[in-house]
């Protein structure tokens, strides 16, 4: 190879962008977070559940969250169901708090002016200072927002969120999950009339 063909070739390795997991198609992007979920999330031991129940697998979400890409991947994902016109994305603390700020950056990064906002629902109201239930941007209400969480099992924790941006006069137009264990919640909603959507399935995980 000429000096000039090694060269070119050599600028072209460095002058192309390597592809951003942003730049991968959706089935790409679930496929790549299920597999990481998989491996750094799903335990199987005894454990007992925020309900109180015992469970003898668990899906420890944080693990993948909180990791740089699979925070990006959830970002984007959950990014892409959102509902034409929310505005914003908000559940419990603390399985939802990275997922709605990844969900808030992806937005940003494809929408650098506009956006989707996040927000937290605290578990007991703050005692001091603010004194609110919700942290992030001031809502007016009325603005259409979706509500997110990590793992669904019963349902209780995402209608606590719910309930709580109601209050604050949000509309909750849709919940959001990674994984829905289908042990009710998925029922509990449908039956408060919210629509819901899960990334994954429990069954995802155990067919292994
Ligand atoms: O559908 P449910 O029966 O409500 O169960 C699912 C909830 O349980 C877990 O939260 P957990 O209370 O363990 O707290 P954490 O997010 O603060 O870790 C999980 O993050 C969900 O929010
Ligand atoms: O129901 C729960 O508390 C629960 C189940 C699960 O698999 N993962 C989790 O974080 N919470």
Not at 49 to 55: E, K, M
Not at 60 to 75: F, I, Q, R, V
Not at 191 to 196: E, Q, T, V
């Amino acid at each position: 190879m000429s000096t000039a063909a090694t060269l070119d070739a050599l600028c072209f390795v460095i002058c192309t962008p390597m592809p951003s997991p942003l730049d991968w198609d959706f089935a790409r992007q679930r496929s790549e977070l299920l597999e990481l979920m998989r491996t750094l999330c799903y335990r199987e031991g005894d454990f007992k559940l925020s309900s109180g129940q015992l469970s003898s697998y668990y899906i420890d979400s944080k693990k993948a969250t909180l990791h740089p890409l699979g925070a990006l991947l959830a970002g984007s994902l959950l990014y892409q169901r959102l509902p034409e016109g929310a505005a914003a994305i908000g559940g419990l603390t603390l399985g939802a708090d990275p997922i709605v700020t990844a969900v808030a950056v992806v937005s940003a990064l494809r929408h650098p002016r506009g956006g989707v906002g996040a927000f937290i629902v605290r578990k007991e109201i703050k005692k001091h200072g603010s004194q609110q239930w919700i942290e992030g941007p001031s809502l007016a209400a009325g603005t259409p927002v979706v509500i997110v969480d990590d793992v669904v099992t019963t349902g209780a924790s995402g209608l606590q969120a719910v309930e709580k941006a109601e209050e604050a006069g949000l509309k909750v137009v849709k919940i959001l999950a990674l994984v829905d264990r289908h042990q009710g919640g998925g029922a509990l909603y449908a039956g408060r009339g919210y629509p819901f959507e899960a990334l994954f399935s429990i069954e995802e995980f155990r067919s292994r």
